[in-house]
């Protein structure tokens, strides 16, 4: 994977934007940027992923910087259930195993 | 909708003795992989198939193999259990196409050898 730099923790106050912000400046064109997270002890689970458009689904919101080097996921209303460790990826291809460590591990307060 | 399912879900072993771990896929995926997650570890990455071959290799020990059968389904087999491989094993699958796929996990075996 294509180096990426992220927090090692952040906090959110409970139904506030979560904003997460992943570097990676040394992204190649054609490289996706995936997001994954892990809940303690359950199996990691996708988010989102992009190119170079902004992206949304019902989990988060990905916002990619016009040169890629950069991205952020947002969850609009964080929840104690979104406490996790977040993982912002650039595989090599959606095929590529998945290489885990120096997440973000985000901390949803009540 | 249809997740990968693993088991069994919990598993208590001796050492020495031997440990089959089964992953039934999403259907119509057709890569696994396996990931091994020690306590406060990150998921590392053991192996994967496609199409019923090996496709990538991780950290996985010679005392471990494991195989893609005809129906998608994995499973992993350890032999000669020693204590540091009590972890959790999480599978995944994804289905290969030209682009971006995402993996999907299961909810992972734990395994305690004693």
């Known amino acids: 994977d294509a180096k990426t730099t992220q927090p090692t923790s952040m906090d959110c106050a409970e139904g506030r934007a979560a904003n997460l912000p992943c570097n990676h400046s040394?992204?190649?064109?054609?490289?996706?940027v995936y997001w994954y997270r892990q809940i303690h002890s359950q199996g990691p689970q996708y988010i989102i992923h992009?190119?170079?458009n902004n992206e949304t689904n019902e989990m988060a919101s990905l916002i990619i910087t016009e040169d890629r080097k950069s991205s952020t996921l947002i969850l609009p209303h964080a929840t104690l259930r979104d406490t996790a460790v977040y993982y912002c990826r650039l595989p090599l291809s959606g095929n590529t195993p998945l290489v885990f460590g120096k997440g973000t591990r985000l901390s949803v307060i009540a | 909708a249809a997740g990968v399912i693993q088991s069994p879900r919990h598993l208590i072993k001796e050492k020495r003795e031997t440990a089959t771990l089964k992953c039934y896929p999403i259907p119509r995926h057709d890569t696994v992989y396996w990931y091994q997650q020690g306590p406060g570890q990150d998921p590392q990455f053991l192996i994967s198939?496609?199409?019923?071959?090996?496709?990538d290799k991780g950290s996985i020990p010679d005392r471990f193999s494991a195989q893609q059968f005809s129906d998608y389904h994995s499973e992993l087999n350890m032999s000669s259990l020693e204590l540091g491989d009590s972890a959790l094993y999480f599978c995944a699958s994804s289905v290969f196409i030209r682009g971006p796929d995402t993996q999907y996990f299961g909810p992972g075996t734990r395994l305690t050898v004693l």
């Open positions: 992009g190119l170079k």
């Open positions: 198939f496609y199409e019923k071959m090996q496709s």
């Open positions: 040394t992204i190649s064109g054609n490289e996706y």
